[in-house]
């Protein structure tokens, strides 16, 4: 469906560029986020920055997640998935802290020590590079929700069909929404994982 992220970045930029936009702010999940954002910040003609939110895993279980949190929070949980597997918050207290801690340590490497950007009175533009259960979208947009931008809006170049938080947001972008959808990485010719370097080179290099 697409070769790599660049070229979903690139197509996503297209589609952006039909709205017009009120001082538009580009807003990265890292880190395969962010070289989706970087051609859409180009084309925009915006400023680029990131937006940290780390998945919750079930302990002794890394690899299934239940949540997500930003670096303060407050995490959100798949409530249904928690009843399923007998959690509770405070089970997942421990989880949560160490998560919150690795996307503090993430925005210190990728910002640099730079405050966070001011999105008031901006149309503000969260991007992914695809949507499975939405968790972490869900977490990112719910930190932005009352910081006073003009619009908030979520774009990604695929998205599963029942992933669509339009609760949190005036607006879901997505290119493709495929049926059979599976994973996002089996909709990308390459899916390479994006390191910490690759993020602040293309954070610093606009």
Not at 50 to 61: D, E, F, Q, T
Not at 66 to 94: I, Q
Request: net charge negative.
């Amino acid at each position: 469906m697409f070769r790599d992220r660049h070229e979903a970045g690139e197509r996503l930029a297209e589609e952006l560029a039909t709205t017009q936009w009120q001082r538009p702010l580009v807003l990265a999940m890292p880190r395969g986020g962010v070289p989706v954002a970087a051609p859409v910040a180009r084309r925009l003609g915006a400023p680029l920055d990131v937006v940290v939110a780390r998945k919750i895993p079930v302990p002794g279980s890394p690899e299934v997640a239940v949540g997500a949190t930003t670096p303060e929070g407050p995490p959100v949980f798949n409530r249904a998935g928690m009843t399923r597997l007998g959690l509770t918050e405070e089970a997942l207290a421990d989880a949560v802290a160490v998560e919150q801690a690795e996307a503090r340590r993430r925005v210190e490497i990728y910002r640099g020590g730079a405050p966070e950007a001011d999105v008031r009175g901006r149309d503000v533009i969260v991007v992914d590079d695809g949507l499975a259960t939405g968790m972490s979208a869900r977490a990112a947009l719910g930190h932005m929700r009352e910081s006073g931008a003009a619009s908030l809006v979520l774009a990604v170049p695929v998205r599963a069909p029942d992933a669509e938080p339009t609760d949190l947001c005036d607006q879901v972008v997505a290119l493709e929404v495929p049926s059979g959808f599976r994973a996002v990485g089996e909709c990308y010719a390459d899916f390479t994982q994006v390191g910490d370097h690759e993020v602040r080179r293309l954070l610093t290099s606009g």
